[in-house]
């Protein structure tokens, strides 16, 4: 991936899509250290973890719109605050590296990074349908994921060097995310 590519997805990412992140399982525990986590992925070793269940439709404030819906300025649904913490708590998450390498297997960092791409996809139809986002907002974010997915190939992966290269071997592992990959390799 080039670099003016990837910083257009950086910018794509940067509105995360909220309620996306909502949308897919949504794990919580706490570590040795008392420290409270979010995740996508039931964490190895985790007996504690629990599934959380997120509605982010839920209604806050009497009269703020709709039975009672809060509003952003630009119109859409606010989320409730403990829905943001969650999406909040699982973006972090989300951006975090493992730090063991594995060999690069172009093949599958092209199809993690595309599933990823599509899952955003649909969690955006689904946070425009419910109102979470604007039509704009979709179609700019949707416009750069489409993008960066047909730009994600085998042949890009094989010829990519430096900052591009270690991206693609980011997403080889199977315990990373887009975001965290991006954050950590893109400029």
Same mark, same amino acid.
């Given at each position: 991936m080039? &670099?003016?590519?990837?910083?257009?997805?950086?910018?794509?990412?940067?509105?995360v899509w909220?309620? &996306?992140?909502?949308?897919q399982?949504?794990?919580?525990?706490?570590d040795?250290? #008392?420290?409270?986590h979010?995740?996508?992925?039931?964490p190895?070793?985790?007996?504690?973890a !629990?599934?959380?269940k997120?509605?982010? @439709?839920? !209604?806050?404030?009497a =009269?703020?719109?709709?039975?009672?819906?809060?509003?952003?300025?630009?119109?859409?649904?606010k989320?409730p605050?403990e829905?943001?913490?969650?999406?909040?708590g699982?973006?972090k998450?989300?951006?975090?590296?493992?730090?063991?390498?594995?060999?690069? @297997?172009c &093949?599958? &960092?092209?199809?993690n990074?595309? !599933?990823?791409?599509?899952?955003?996809?649909e969690? =955006?139809?689904?946070?425009?349908?419910? =109102?979470?986002?604007?039509?704009?907002?979709?179609? =700019?974010?949707?416009?750069?994921? +489409?993008?960066?997915?047909? +730009?994600?190939s085998?042949?890009?992966?094989?010829?990519?060097? #430096?900052r591009?290269?270690?991206m693609?071997q980011c997403?080889?592992s199977?315990?990373?995310?887009?975001l965290?990959?991006?954050?950590?390799?893109m400029?």
């Amino acid at each position: 991936m080039s &670099a003016a590519r990837g910083r257009v997805f950086i910018t794509v990412l940067g509105l995360v899509w909220a309620g &996306a992140l909502v949308a897919q399982p949504v794990y919580k525990w706490v570590d040795a250290q #008392g420290q409270t986590h979010y995740g996508s992925q039931l964490p190895p070793q985790q007996a504690d973890a !629990s599934q959380l269940k997120v509605s982010a @439709n839920g !209604s806050s404030g009497a =009269g703020a719109g709709r039975f009672g819906e809060q509003r952003n300025t630009d119109g859409t649904k606010k989320l409730p605050k403990e829905a943001q913490e969650l999406v909040d708590g699982l973006t972090k998450g989300l951006k975090k590296v493992d730090g063991k390498e594995v060999p690069l @297997n172009c &093949a599958l &960092a092209v199809d993690n990074i595309r !599933s990823q791409i599509e899952i955003m996809l649909e969690n =955006g139809q689904k946070n425009l349908k419910g =109102g979470y986002i604007t039509q704009a907002q979709h179609d =700019g974010t949707a416009g750069g994921l +489409k993008n960066l997915r047909s +730009k994600a190939s085998v042949s890009d992966c094989k010829a990519a060097t #430096g900052r591009s290269r270690d991206m693609y071997q980011c997403m080889t592992s199977m315990h990373n995310h887009l975001l965290g990959c991006i954050e950590k390799h893109m400029p």
